[in-house]
């Protein structure tokens, strides 16, 4: 099998990669490089595309592939640019989804929690969405593609995943949008009290980015338009995290609250409820949140960002 992976060289993507090359598989990689880091795949030897989804051209030079993981996206939910995040995340998706129509292959996407909005949790894939911003906004219009498809009944393979809180290695080039878990580790590793919202109860399904490799992969199996949450099923606190990572680094640092200025805008509590994913996908996530940042953490202590 020949996979083609959108976003490559980003955070996702290029773990997704990685688990690919694990398996044997053939990967093709595109990237317009808009957020990624090249070291993410310095290692990689085959094919890649530079290239951005929002070109019809770009679609015009693929080599023949089985199926498509879409993880190409503009990926900082505070930028307010909405025309760019629309352009990029909605018509280039919708460019990868005709490819997909046309060639008759398969695609797997990645959505987000982010259509929820401020919805009470846990989130079912049922309910009706409630995007808060314009990046939220532009994953709720794809999904709002493959419900219809589903709607009317067709039989096409593609495959949308509502990603919730994912951490884990290479996501370093991401800066302010990086995850809770990885600021909070750069604050405190050098000493520093971890900084955040008022009073750190805020709550998060965070899900370690190995699974989520293992989940996309997974989901390659399925042959009608699914949207699928990606979670664990647990919502924990930032203070929780902090407790973790001080433990992990054998500190004792005290957490320094301020006001959150994106009130409104901001999801005070992200959970997945996986009953979809458990039963559709047979599949769950393997590692807890304590396990996950242990990981991580000895990753990023052999310099491996
Ligand atoms: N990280 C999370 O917690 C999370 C949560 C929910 C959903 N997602 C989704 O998962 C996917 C991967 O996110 P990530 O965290 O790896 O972010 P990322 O920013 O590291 O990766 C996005 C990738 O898309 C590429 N890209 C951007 N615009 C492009 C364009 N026009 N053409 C081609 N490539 C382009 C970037 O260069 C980058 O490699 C995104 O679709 C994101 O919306 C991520």
Do not use: W
Request: net charge neutral; with cysteine.
């Amino acid at each position: 099998m020949k996979i083609l992976v959108t976003g490559a060289f980003g955070f996702i993507g290029s773990n997704v990669v990685r688990l690919l090359e694990e398996r044997s598989i053939d990967v093709i990689l595109l990237d317009s490089f808009y957020s990624s880091n090249f070291e993410n795949l310095s290692h990689f030897k085959g094919d890649f595309i530079p290239g951005d989804i929002r070109e019809p051209d770009i679609f015009k030079k693929l080599p023949k592939v089985e199926a498509i993981i879409h993880e190409a996206a503009v990926t900082d939910t505070t930028l307010e640019d909405d025309s760019l995040m629309l352009g990029v995340n909605f018509a280039g998706f919708r460019n990868v989804l005709t490819y997909c129509q046309r060639r008759r292959i398969k695609l797997v996407y990645a959505s987000s929690a982010g259509v929820y909005g401020d919805l009470a949790m846990a989130a079912r894939e049922e309910q009706a969405p409630k995007p808060l911003n314009a990046y939220a906004f532009s994953k709720h219009l794809c999904d709002r593609e493959i419900l219809k498809l589903a709607q009317k009944g067709k039989r096409l393979p593609f495959v949308g995943l509502r990603y919730f809180n994912v951490y884990g290695q290479g996501e370093a080039h991401k800066a302010k949008a990086a995850s809770m878990i990885y600021q909070l580790y750069l604050q405190m590793k050098e000493g520093g009290s971890p900084r955040i919202f008022k009073y750190g109860e805020q709550k998060r399904d965070f899900i370690y980015v190995k699974d989520v490799a293992q989940i996309t992969v997974k989901a390659l199996e399925l042959n009608q338009p699914t949207i699928l949450n990606v979670g664990t099923g647990k919502a924990r606190s930032f203070n929780e995290i902090i407790k973790i990572l001080n433990k992990n680094l054998n500190t004792d640092l005290k957490p320094d609250y301020f006001d959150n200025p994106y009130q409104g805008l901001y999801q005070d509590e992200t959970e997945a409820d996986i009953n979809n994913l458990k039963k559709t996908l047979k599949i769950e996530a393997h590692y807890s949140l304590e396990e996950g940042i242990k990981d991580y953490i000895a990753q990023l202590s052999e310099g491996r960002v």
